[in-house]
């Protein structure tokens, strides 16, 4: 059995590992086509791109995993099923269970590792990835001078070239527009230009060549119109600072209080002292509410079972016809008040309980992926040896289906976890609650050798279940 063990360990992770990568770098795809539009114009170098990448590939670790775990142990289970060694192992006294029995330690090894990734690995993973994200989406589109367009992205200045020769420096007809503060606006016009770039890339050199400066001198203060001066030139050399083109990095600590960025252990920290101040939030709000508005005091007691009856059935009876338009004035002046009081309180509750459950989230989410291999495993072993086909196509197709229920219901439960419609716990164990009774049924049926995708088999059903009807319809009288 030590033989037959390691056999079935070695034809799972070849499959195993190559159908990982692919996963991994369909995710990989799915992300930059994503943050497309951030990324291309920005003039980033190589290991910046590199660098995002590698984040991101580490962030999509955990759902790259099941991915990989349940294609693999379809086709392999359906390789084996196809070149008739399942019907061998059967016929030699072996069964299904026993000889799932080795690769299901190696994926609930997997589903160990993939949590202490996520708990340990993930959260500086999405640390890096999320703040360098964000000074990418957040830099400037790289210095770019379009023929016929105004341009706007250096400070201060408006550039417009009508024409730019093929070697991306020659410029003719150049309009420069000035609008640093301290004066009017400057207008530089030249026949020709060059454009050149300092050796640190942080300034920008035009050298014009014939052309004219004006320029509006005028007292702000004054009535009086102001003074146009103009100076030709036949050569003027004008210089921009670049440095808010350049790419710059922010403190990632500023990133790290996110949830995401968290384990296990600090997550616990945080949603015991979260759920401290909700509750001394709660404590305060009922404080204040009590003390400015008396009638919460008779709530849930017996003051009104011990309240002396009133002979009257309407307020109005009890107020003077002269003071009763400013009572009604006075109270709806109070209820708007009561309500604005409350608003406030109401919505930093809301946001305080809101922080506390993507805590709750997020915590339970290291488990949750994790356990998620197991549960791919025991679809994905029976699922083989019932369909016992072999190669990328038809495994492909039943891994997809499979794994989009997942997501489906991953995402489903997440969010009504998030929106406090589910507990936490259910609603990020959604996904797997709902897999693990259709696990449950493959093993029956691949156990039990079922025909679950032979038509003949649901034909002959389909017939005998119409024969049975036609048995039992009453016969027309004549």
């Known amino acids: 059995m030590k033989k037959l063990d390691k056999l079935i360990i070695k ?18 795809m799915q992300f930059l086509w994503k943050y497309i ?53 059967k016929s030699s006294g072996i069964s299904l269970t026993r000889f799932m029995r080795p690769l299901l330690a ?22 890096r990835a999320k703040s360098l994200l964000y000074d990418i989406t957040n830099s400037k589109p790289a210095f770019n001078i379009k023929a016929g367009v105004f341009y706007t992205d250096i400070p201060d200045y408006t550039i417009k070239v009508a024409e730019k020769e093929a070697d991306n420096k020659t410029i003719h007809q150049v309009m420069i527009i000035d609008h640093t503060p301290g004066g009017g606006d400057k207008v530089i016009l030249a026949e020709k230009g060059t454009m ?51 790419f710059s990095r922010l403190d990632m ?42 009638f919460y005091k008779w709530q849930d007691t017996g003051w009104l079972a011990k309240a002396p009856a009133l002979a009257v059935t309407n307020f109005r009876d009890v107020i003077p016809e002269k003071s009763l338009r400013y009572t009604l004035e006075r109270t709806e002046q109070n209820i708007r008040d009561g309500q604005n009081n409350l608003e406030g309180p109401a919505r930093e509750f809301g946001d305080k309980h809101g922080t506390l459950l993507l805590h709750k989230v997020e915590w339970q989410r290291k488990f949750t992926l ?21 190669g990328l196509g038809t495994p492909l197709i039943f ?42 049924f493959l093993i029956y049926k691949a156990l039990n050798d079922s025909n679950l995708f032979n038509k003949e088999f649901y034909f002959r059903s389909f017939n005998n279940i119409k024969k049975l009807f036609k048995k039992n319809s009453p016969k027309p009288t004549t």
């Open 196 to 246: 050149l770039l300092s050796a640190d890339k942080r300034f920008l050199y035009f050298v014009l060549e014939k052309g004219w400066r004006y320029e509006e001198r005028n007292n702000r203060s004054s009535t009086n119109p102001g003074e146009l001066i103009r100076l030709g030139f036949r050569e003027y050399k004008k210089a921009f600072d670049l440095s808010s083109f350049a």
């Open 11 to 28: 034809t799972f992770m070849g499959p195993f590992v190559a159908t990982f990568f692919v996963t991994l770098f369909v995710l990989v």
């Open 253 to 294: 600590g500023l990133f790290a209080s996110n949830q995401q960025m968290l384990n296990v252990r600090q997550l616990d920290k945080a949603i015991d002292s979260l759920y401290k101040q909700e509750q001394l939030f709660s404590r305060t709000v009922n404080a204040y509410v009590t003390t400015r508005y008396a």
């Open 37 to 89: 539009d951030d990324l291309v114009g920005k003039g980033l170098d190589t290991p910046v791109i590199i660098e995002l990448i590698t984040y991101t590939s580490a962030n999509l670790v955990s759902l790259a995993l099941p991915l990989a775990v349940l294609l693999s142990s379809i086709m392999t289970f359906g390789n084996l099923g196809e070149s008739f060694e399942l019907v061998a192992l």
């Open 370 to 390: 994790a356990f998620s291999c197991i549960v791919m495993f025991l679809i994905g072993a029976p699922l083989g040896s019932i369909i016992r086909k072999g």
């Open 399 to 440: 891994a997809v289906v499979f794994f989009v229920i997942f997501n489906i219901f991953f995402m489903v439960g997440e969010k009504m976890a998030r929106k406090d419609v589910m507990a936490t716990w259910s609603g990020m164990w959604l996904s797997n609650i709902v897999l693990m009774p259709i696990a449950m």
């Open 106 to 127: 190696v994926c609930t090894t997997i589903a160990i590792l993939a949590f202490l990734f996520n708990n340990y690995a993930m959260p500086v993973a999405n640390l």
